[in-house]
């Protein structure tokens, strides 16, 4: 494996867990707001930051980080799919079809969405962001046999 496989990986890995820092607050700050119909400015705000940070977060792990692992692996990078059935394989997720769930939401964010759908998206990513804190920590795990310094 190469040293630049790995400095990439490295520099991932570091905005990886600055990501999560940022997603954690924003979660954190969210799960005592209720779902409802109508959100002050503020609330609304914070739903927002939420949905954007749990969006960058997916992408980063999905489009970035699986394949910095792959090339670390020395392993063809391939398509998305691809990638995602190597992190199944290598027990990061638990299934491609519950990856492909969280994609699907990521999806929905980055895309329009329609004002009147809040309350379905901002429940969703509530339930959501959990699963992405889950994969990303069996991600940091798995990549300890290569961030370790001897």
Known sequence: ???????????????????????????????????????????????????????RTTDLLISKLFRSLDTVELTDSGSIIDAANRAEKRGIIDSVSALRELKDLRNEITHEYEPNDLKDLFAAVLEATPRVFSIAER??????RYTRTS
């Open 1 to 55: 494996m190469g040293d630049l496989a790995l400095e990439n990986l490295q520099r991932d890995l570091g905005n990886l867990n600055s990501s999560l820092t940022w997603l954690r607050r924003s979660f954190e700050r969210c799960t005592v707001l209720t779902i409802k119909d109508e959100y002050t400015d503020d609330e609304y705000d914070q739903f927002e930051n939420l949905t954007s940070r749990y969006a």
């Open 139 to 144: 991600f940091l795990q798995y990549c300890e």
